[in-house]
Nanobody, 123 residues
């Protein structure tokens, strides 16, 4: 079994900062890419940022220069530092990991999702 748990969401004033964490646990062999996604009410889920095992990053245009994704491979944890937050950043934020895990004597690779954490930015 593999689990992803997000934390760090909350209510913040516009211009403020939050740091989200995504911790993976279970029979993990290797975590490949990790992504942060968000979904606002009535909207489609969208990719916010993504980081590969080697550290290459991708950001949505709307968050470039404000958000920073990072990861600690030894702790199976990823972070999303969110600065200069805007009301339009309000959403449920999810992390997703493409990871390889042990399944008996074998390994398997699949995508896993966390349960989400609410971020609300007040104007």
């Amino acid at each position: 079994q593999v689990h992803l748990v997000e934390s760090g969401g909350g209510l913040v004033q516009a211009g403020g900062s939050l740091r989200l964490s995504c911790a993976a646990s279970g029979s993990i062999f290797n975590i490949n890419a990790i992504g942060w996604y968000r979904q606002a009410p009535g909207e489609q889920r969208e990719l916010v940022a993504r980081i590969t095992r080697g550290g290459s990053t991708t950001y949505a245009d709307s968050v470039k220069g404000r958000f920073t994704i990072s990861r600690d491979n030894a702790k199976y944890t990823a972070y999303l530092q969110m600065d200069s937050l805007k009301p339009e950043d309000t959403a449920v934020y999810y992390c997703s990991a493409d990871l390889t895990y042990y399944r008996g004597s074998w390994t398997n690779t699949d995508d896993f999702w966390g349960q989400g954490t609410q971020v609300t930015v007040a104007s």
